[in-house]
């Protein structure tokens, strides 16, 4: 089994720069930390947790907190990434999900309270909103009055990238479909303005339709809503995955001429996939990376930056 010393070695350090990158406690340059990083994992680094938890006297567990629906990010590659990142620093992942009558920050509290975990990552908020005493990171757009630092996947970035690929195909009419429960709807509805008037295109209301829920058939319901004035809308982006399938079908349906219609998925789940649909990919990795290493400037007594937003690249597919 690799020891410190060894991974010291391997990247050229002192152990004590070692430690220093694993555990976040002092600056070290970029171009240092990934050789750090890139030995350990090459070694199989595994610090001892037992040692550090006597060491310290606090929990080397973090906890990612689920609210109780499934979202459409790729939570398999999130998870992995938090793993990945927590154990190059000697931490565990607990993974708790709540039940439909609590509120994710209640949830959170009490995991910190009962010290089950070192500090939280809160992946949506749900139920009532209340102040978190401890660290944790959100990994969404956190409750309004929430200071706690947030990494987040940005719709408005998310919408700028769409209106203007729309653009550059010669889209003019470009209409947006997203769903009150989507997650910083607020930023995708925002993104979308500041683009159309950025690339000077016309901004029309009726092309704008907000569904209750995300599913199927809430977007079949959106759709109809959204084809049915004239005239037509040319483009459409749509803050969700089943729901984008769900404005396809429903424009399959009410159009003749259904491939004149271009479409961009806010998440590329297989259901958006298996239909042929464009969709925004999200940088699933890094963000989970980012979540962890801002969770432990909390627990090493930095401050990190407020919010980190990060943008999805454009998978195009030809339906």
Known sequence: MATIKDVARAAGVSTATVSYVLNDSAPVSPTTRERVLAAAQQLNYQPNQLARNLQNQRSTTLALVLPPFEPEIDLG???????????????????????????????????????????????????????????????????????????????????????????????????????????????????????LKAGRLPFDPELVVQSDTDDLAAGHAAGEALFAGAPLCDAVIVAGGALAVGVQQAHLRASAHAESLQLIAGFDTPLVAGAGLSALVWPVERWGQLLVEQLLNLLNGHTPPQRTCLEPSLIVRST
Do not use: K
């Open 77 to 195: 590659g999130l998870l992995r990434a938090c793993v990945a990142r927590a154990t190059q620093a000697g931490y565990a992942v607990l993974v708790t999900a709540l039940a439909s009558d609590q509120s994710l920050a209640e949830l959170a509290q009490r995991t910190l309270e009962r010290g089950m975990a070192a500090g939280c990552i809160l992946l949506q908020p749900h139920g009532a909103d209340q102040p978190l005493n401890g660290p944790c990171v959100w990994a969404t757009w956190p409750p309004h009055g929430t200071h706690a630092p947030a990494v987040v996947c940005d719709g408005a970035l998310a919408a700028q990238r769409a209106v203007h690929a729309f653009q550059r195909s010669g889209r003019q009419r470009i209409g947006l479909v997203l769903a009150a429960t989507t997650a910083g709807a607020a930023r995708w509805y925002l993104g979308y303005r500041r683009a």
